[in-house]
């Protein structure tokens, strides 16, 4: 029944319509650019998320919160994706997105994996300089939690592989919690060096 409901907010989305924050991190799903969504097809949009909907670890969109990850399947993508909705007051809300990318393709980790997003009359535009603190590494790992708007960041650790493939990178220690205010983050101390995965 989920699903069903969730395919008619998408197809309704599509239509132009207003909706609640829960409809509209449906929509942002559905139409952000494959880039900002470990390059997962925009024809692919819907059955991701179908998938998603049937898992609570991998989507609440009442809070407006995704974690994808996938060991193959028809939906694509090139790396596991965190995004959260990030509301304003009396505007609309801003979308985290986080590519696990050193994870998925064992590169260094670049600044080309965090990003905020701000929904305009054409398109999306990039603000993550505008809410990010310019002190915060871009290339760290940003793991939004599900049911407030805190954002956990911790630093990649390259290891050497048990199998014999050489290094690759895991998440390592966090470092710092990103709290959002409504308009902006704020960068505190972090709670623990543990990332809390909820």
Do not use: C
Request: zero cysteines; hydrophobic letters at 45%; aromatic letters at 10%.
């Amino acid at each position: 029944m989920k699903t069903i409901i969730l395919s008619i907010v998408v197809l309704l989305a599509g239509a132009g319509f207003a909706f609640s924050d829960e409809a509209s991190f449906v929509a942002a799903l559905r139409d952000l650019p494959p880039k900002y969504l470990g390059d997962i097809p925009l024809g692919n949009r819907n059955l991701l998320i179908a998938e998603v909907a049937k898992d609570e670890r991998r989507m609440d969109a009442a809070s407006g919160w995704l974690h994808w990850f996938s060991d193959g399947g028809k939906v694509g993508g090139t790396s596991m994706v965190w995004a959260k909705e990030l509301p304003r007051a009396g505007k609309g809300s801003l979308i985290l997105v986080h590519m696990a990318k050193p994870f998925a393709d064992g590169q260094e980790p670049a600044k080309n994996q965090t990003f905020v997003l701000e929904r305009g009359a054409k398109g999306w535009t990039d603000v993550t300089k505008e809410v990010i603190p310019a002190e915060v590494d871009l290339t760290q790992h940003f793991r939004p939690r599900k049911k407030d708007a805190v954002v956990e960041v911790a630093r990649w650790t390259k290891f050497e592989r048990r199998d014999g493939l050489g290094m690759a990178w895991k998440f390592g220690p966090r470092v710092l919690d990103l709290h959002w205010t409504g308009e902006r983050f704020i960068v505190k101390e972090a709670e623990s060096d543990v990332l809390t995965g909820n």
